[in-house]
């Protein structure tokens, strides 16, 4: 009996103190500048189901060992090597009773010197309720943002960073940065170059978005983009946990998407796993040999997406699609080496519960390996169950998209745990329907209906985005010819068709970038008003209205089309129908296209007459519609109206109305 209370003091020593005494931080010294260069993720939390596996880098730093002292509970499971000495990753435990606070990374030499120095890491205490967190739905409008070209709402950040040096991560942990400077100086005048807009621009303007009728907003990344050129987009990230100072800072980030949720607003972020950029920090050194897919020499992918359901596609294919570069300066990350995968995870995991995201879209979704990003897809939802992620599947062909979405009854049984996917043959077929006036067998309208058609082919309706542009498309203004009367047709079927709509900034004013040729550049114009000094202001009523009295005027149909879309948008947000009801379609082949979505409550008649001139409307083919109906509401007027046989639209465009049932 004398031996259970020396058993339990035993015991307790360990669990308490890693088989010690308390840990006291000043009995070894803080990390030297480059014995620790970086530790990622920047910090964790308590409550979360995601394993935790620290990147740290350092010169040499695999020559020591590897302990986490401070507190009960966190300790170093396991630590492997990588290729490259400067490297080690950490499997970290944080048991259920851990305690938020600041722990140490502690390094010992392994070669007996008795030389040690320590990193602090904290962990702090998950948010109640985050991992229940809801996302975007058919509820939602998504208002799409490329934060370099909407506002410039401090001017002083477009070029002045010099150098990315020392500082403190805003939940106070050392930030011993190795990077260069910022390579790339704003200057508005150049297609490619930075025009200056930022972080604190999209903020002074998010009224603007709410009132529009958006519920959401997508903004192209915001993380670190070094690159000599080119570098206002984004999509080539030098560095995965930094918001680039050209837009703000991490703290500034997780302040916008606290201010959006204050005005209603929804924030999802853009996540490239798929790539980085050139200038990213680990391109020098990496970590392992096949960090990111290397060729003898530059070896580009062959954008051939088939070759994942193809039975006859060749391995050589098939890794070309995989493996080879989006762009010369976008090297391929290597998803199939389970340390990148890990990192990639957890990642996208920190920036959701750091910033408090409600969702991700995935670009160039599948130039990733399909295997690894279902695992990725899964970890994510596996933290949180309701969080939608929509990918980047640009395909054209029905069967091919339909692949990609989780659930999907694939012949190889493949599944991508990939909740949404974008409506790219919907977007084709509006885009083309919308510019033929004459149309033939098959075109026009008849484009519309036959997308709408397909949609056996999906595993899920309500996760389909739908949209008519987007950053990598051209203008839309420049697609429908500056013609507002064909651009209220294309915002009214993105209204009113089944799916999540998404709208890209400016299209509600019919921007256009007036060139052309293939510069996407040119195509992403800046928001006028967005900049001091910019003559014409569109985010203001009074702005827009200024604009609509100067004859010829570039701008002079923006009241109009602003208007429009915000009676549309704002009503879609009270419509059950819209939002979640069934669809039934009707075929003509004279250039219009007629629908009704419904459900017990409710239904919206929508009418689109693409026609040069007058319609009726058939009303008697309606009858399965139809019986009962009585009056209705014009959505666009707010008028009473009865449609029937004699009812008729004039040319270029959509009646909408509304009936509610019982």
């Not at 970290?92 to 030499?109: C, L, R, S």
């Not at 930075?194 to 604190?200: A, I, K, S, T, V």
């Not at 569109?538 to 149909?557: M, Q």
């Not at 009270?574 to 009801?581: D, H, K, L, M, T």
Request: proline share 6%; aromatic share 12%.
């Amino acid at each position: 009996m004398k031996g259970i209370p020396i058993l339990l003091t035993a015991l307790m020593i360990s669990v308490g103190c890693g088989g010690g005494q308390p840990f006291d931080p000043e009995s070894v010294a803080d990390a030297a500048p480059g014995e620790v260069v970086r530790v990622e993720p920047l910090s964790w939390w308590t409550g979360m189901k995601t394993g935790l596996q620290l990147l740290i880098g350092g010169e040499g730093v695999s020559a020591y060992d590897v302990q986490i002292k401070g507190g009960e509970g966190v300790s170093a499971a396991a630590v492997h090597g990588a290729d490259s000495p400067d490297y080690l990753f950490v499997d970290v435990d944080i048991a259920p009773y851990a305690k938020a606070g600041t722990y140490y990374i502690v390094f010992t030499a392994k070669d007996g010197s008795g030389k040690s120095f320590k990193y602090p890491y904290i962990i702090r205490d998950r948010e109640k309720g985050s991992a229940e967190r809801k996302s975007f739905t058919t509820a939602d409008m998504i208002y799409l943002i490329m934060p370099d070209r909407f506002a410039d709402g401090d001017p002083t950040n477009s070029d002045s960073f010099s150098t990315l040096g020392d500082g403190v991560y805003d939940d106070g942990s050392a930030v011993p940065w190795n990077m260069p400077g910022i390579a790339e100086k704003a200057d508005r005048g150049a297609d490619l170059g930075r025009h200056g807009g930022d972080l604190q621009g999209i903020m002074d303007h998010l009224d603007y978005v709410a009132d529009l009728g958006a519920t959401a907003i997508w903004n192209t990344p915001l993380l670190l983009d070094n690159e000599p050129e080119g570098s206002y987009h984004g999509y080539a990230c030098a560095d995965y946990y930094h918001i680039d100072p050209r837009f703000g800072d991490n703290a500034l980030y997780r302040a916008f998407v606290d201010k959006a949720h204050e005005k209603g607003l929804k924030v999802i972020m853009d996540i490239v796993t798929n790539h980085c950029g050139t200038a990213h920090w680990w391109m020098k050194n990496p970590p392992f040999k096949d960090w990111y897919h290397v060729f003898p020499e530059y070896t580009g992918t062959n954008v051939l997406f088939s070759v994942y359901m193809d039975p006859h596609a060749s391995q050589y294919d098939r890794n070309l699609q995989e493996s080879g570069w989006f762009v010369p300066s976008m090297p391929d990350m290597n998803l199939d080496n389970p340390f990148v995968l890990k990192y990639f995870q957890q990642w996208a995991i920190w920036w959701a519960e750091y910033a408090g995201l409600d969702g991700f879209r995935v670009d160039t979704y599948p130039y990733n390996e399909p295997g690894p990003m279902s695992e990725w897809c899964k970890a994510v939802l596996d933290e949180y169950p309701d969080f939608n992620i929509v990918g980047e599947c640009w395909d054209s062909e029905v069967c091919q998209l339909a692949y990609w979405q989780s659930g999907n009854p694939n012949r190889d049984g493949f599944d991508s745990h990939l909740p949404s996917i974008m409506d790219f043959p919907l977007r084709d077929a509006i885009n083309a329907a919308l510019c033929e006036d004459k149309p033939g067998w098959g075109e026009g309208m008849s484009r519309v209906y036959g997308s709408i058609a397909h949609d056996f082919a999906y595993h899920d309706l309500s996760k389909m985005m739908i949209f008519f542009a987007n950053h990598d498309n051209a203008r839309m203004g420049d697609v429908l010819g500056h013609d507002p009367a064909r651009m209220k047709l294309a915002v009214a079927l993105l209204a009113t068709l089944r799916g999540i709509p998404q709208l890209y900034y400016g299209d509600e004013m019919m921007f256009a970038a007036h060139q052309g040729g293939w510069n996407d550049g040119a195509k992403r114009v800046d928001f006028p008003g967005g900049w001091p000094g910019d003559v014409t202001d569109l985010f203001t009523p009074e702005g827009r209205a200024a604009a609509a009295g100067v004859s010829g005027s570039e701008y002079g149909t923006a009241e109009e089309l602003h208007a429009y879309v915000h009676r549309l948008f704002n009503w879609r947000k009270g419509s059950e129908a819209v939002q979640n009801g069934r669809t039934m379609h009707y075929m003509t082949r004279d250039n219009t296209y007629a629908y009704f979505r419904y459900t017990g409550g409710s239904k919206v008649f929508v009418y689109i007459n693409n026609a040069v001139e007058p319609k009726r409307i058939p009303w008697e083919t309606y009858y399965e519609m139809t019986e009962g109906l009585g009056a209705g509401t014009d959505v666009l007027t707010g008028e009473s109206v009865t449609v029937d046989d004699k009812t008729v639209v004039a040319p270029k465009t959509a009646l909408i109305v509304e009936y509610k049932l019982n």
